[in-house]
């Protein structure tokens, strides 16, 4: 019979090898959880084992009462009726108006709309989808070069993992028991920073070689001060959602309530007003949308609890932080070889299932590396508490499951994008993601170097 430890690590190689074979992850997660229980349990009769799949009914039902999961379809509903309003259409024609005269202006708007539609959304996946959607055409009719066009897009698209409400954040929180406010505090700066990161890399681009982009053209002022008209009640929702959930003005739950209400309503009177935006029709086709994409999270997040119960009676976590206790390795450098496994890992799994399985085996290490439960920040390893330390590393974590949604060979985002334009070959695009991907590692080692970066607001804030 092979030792616990033994078992968890060979649960934990077929369940990435079932991830490779593009099972579902809930499903997944529920195979290796429950096999890998049933292997643990061959020493003891069956009938010790149905009590154990007995609790699954109450594990489900905690999953899905859990009230800080409830913002979750709430942040999924308001994605969807956004987009179903063409809120993200004016979103980008509005930003468009405003930067069209500056050269590579249009693909700035990209951007910059990518982050104000991830605030709403929460998934990069889906903001991917729906800019490349609304900005590709506009951009490829423009004549900006196929790889700048569709480069932008599939980098602009992981803003939506980490720009506030976050669906991640929210899941991240809950794994190691942190406030939900404080990380959405804390994901404001290194947000904007990405925003500002990536038009920089547009400017740098078009200014070294323009022939990536054509000459600005200004639009038309009847239709600049059209879509600036409509670009207002936009960034007026959208930034009420991020600055107030930012600066703690409201939790995660009523602002996902009120933001839900607020975009239906504004929705249905542009319908009303100009004959676009939401109607009965589309509000049905975003409900039905939501049903489905939550129901796979609530499978995912009942398969990671399924699975953590495995590897909980392994002990691979515990083993794996006390390895790391008395192991001598610098602190600094694990927590660096954590991050490019986040990196690979992105490449190929979707970023919830990723913070489900990883971060219950990194952050009991990163606790043991730190000096323990009640170490200070005088005395810690990182320099800083432990409640900081889960602020910091879980920002960080988000950044580089980012880099693994664009990264070669296998980035999710490009996928997407590459869908969307098929005229366009795989290695264009991932040729046009390279200068944002050097971008996110210089914001990476920003954040290594200044964790005050992330930790600024949650400190002004909290006192």
């Known amino acids: 019979m092979l030792d616990p430890i033994t078992i968890g690590i060979l649960g934990l190689v077929v369940l990435f090898a079932l991830l490779l074979l593009r099972m579902p992850v809930g499903i997944a997660m529920i195979v290796v959880?429950?096999?890998?229980?049933?292997?643990?349990?061959?020493?003891?009769?069956?009938?010790?084992?149905?009590?154990?799949?007995?609790?699954?009914?109450?594990?489900?039902?905690?999953?899905?009462?859990?009230?800080?999961?409830?913002?979750?379809?709430?942040?999924?509903?308001?994605?969807?009726?956004?987009?179903?309003?063409?809120?993200?259409?004016?979103?980008?024609?509005?930003l468009e108006a405003l930067l069209s005269r500056l050269r590579g202006g249009v693909a700035m708007a990209a951007v910059a709309a990518c982050g104000g539609f991830?605030?709403?959304?929460?998934?990069?996946?889906?903001?991917?989808?729906?800019?490349?959607?609304?900005?590709?055409?506009?951009?490829?009719?423009?004549?900006?070069?196929?790889?700048?066009?569709?480069?932008?897009?599939?980098?602009?698209?992981?803003?939506?993992?980490?720009?506030?409400?976050?669906?991640?954040?929210?899941?991240?929180?809950?794994?190691?028991?942190?406030?939900?406010?404080?990380?959405?505090?804390?994901?404001?700066?290194?947000?904007?920073?990405?925003?500002?990161?990536?038009?920089?890399?547009?400017?740098?681009?078009?200014?070294?070689?323009?022939?990536?982009?054509?000459?600005?053209?200004?639009?038309?002022?009847?239709?600049?001060?059209?879509?600036?008209?409509?670009l207002i009640p936009v960034i007026a929702i959208f930034g009420a959602i991020i600055l107030g959930l930012g600066f703690g003005l409201f939790t995660p739950t009523p602002a996902a309530s009120i933001g839900v209400f607020v975009i239906a309503v504004y929705g249905f009177v542009l319908r009303w007003r100009t004959g676009e935006g939401l109607n009965l029709a589309g509000l049905m086709r975003a409900v039905r949308a939501t049903a489905i994409t939550a129901g796979m999270i609530y499978l995912i997040l009942f398969g990671a609890e399924v699975l953590k119960g495995f590897f909980t009676r392994t002990g691979l976590p515990q083993a794996l932080s006390d390895w790391a206790a008395v192991s001598g390795l610098d602190p600094m450098l694990v927590l660096i070889i954590m991050l490019v496994i986040f990196v690979i890992l992105g490449c190929f799994m979707e970023s919830l299932?990723?913070?489900?399985?990883?971060?219950?085996?990194?952050?009991?290490?990163l606790i043991a590396l730190n000096g323990g439960d009640y170490v200070t920040a005088e005395t810690a390893a990182f320099g800083m508490d432990n409640d900081s330390l889960k602020i910091w590393f879980g920002i960080l974590a988000l950044i580089v499951v980012e880099l693994g949604l664009i990264t070669p060979p296998v980035g999710l985002n490009v996928f997407i994008i590459s869908s969307l334009t098929r005229d366009t070959p795989m290695s264009t695009v991932f040729r046009g993601v390279l200068p944002f991907l050097g971008a996110e590692v210089i914001r990476v080692a920003l954040i290594l170097m200044l964790p005050a970066l992330t930790l600024i607001v949650p400190r002004l804030i909290g006192g």
């Open 118 to 230: 991830g605030a709403v959304c929460g998934s990069s996946l889906a903001t991917a989808a729906t800019m490349g959607k609304v900005a590709l055409p506009e951009l490829r009719n423009l004549g900006y070069a196929p790889r700048l066009a569709a480069g932008a897009l599939a980098a602009g698209g992981t803003l939506g993992i980490l720009i506030p409400p976050s669906v991640a954040l929210v899941i991240y929180a809950i794994i190691v028991e942190g406030s939900i406010l404080k990380m959405f505090q804390a994901a404001v700066v290194p947000g904007l920073l990405a925003v500002l990161g990536f038009i920089l890399v547009i400017a740098v681009q078009v200014r070294l070689n323009p022939s990536l982009a054509p000459e600005p053209k200004p639009m038309p002022a009847d239709e600049r001060r059209v879509a600036i008209r409509r």
């Open 353 to 365: 299932a990723m913070i489900l399985v990883v971060v219950p085996f990194f952050w009991p290490t």
């Open 33 to 94: 959880g429950i096999g890998g229980t049933w292997v643990l349990s061959l020493s003891v009769p069956f009938v010790r084992f149905v009590p154990y799949l007995r609790q699954f009914k109450s594990l489900l039902w905690g999953n899905v009462a859990n009230y800080d999961l409830s913002v979750v379809p709430l942040f999924v509903l308001m994605g969807y009726i956004a987009a179903e309003a063409r809120l993200s259409s004016d979103l980008f024609k509005g």
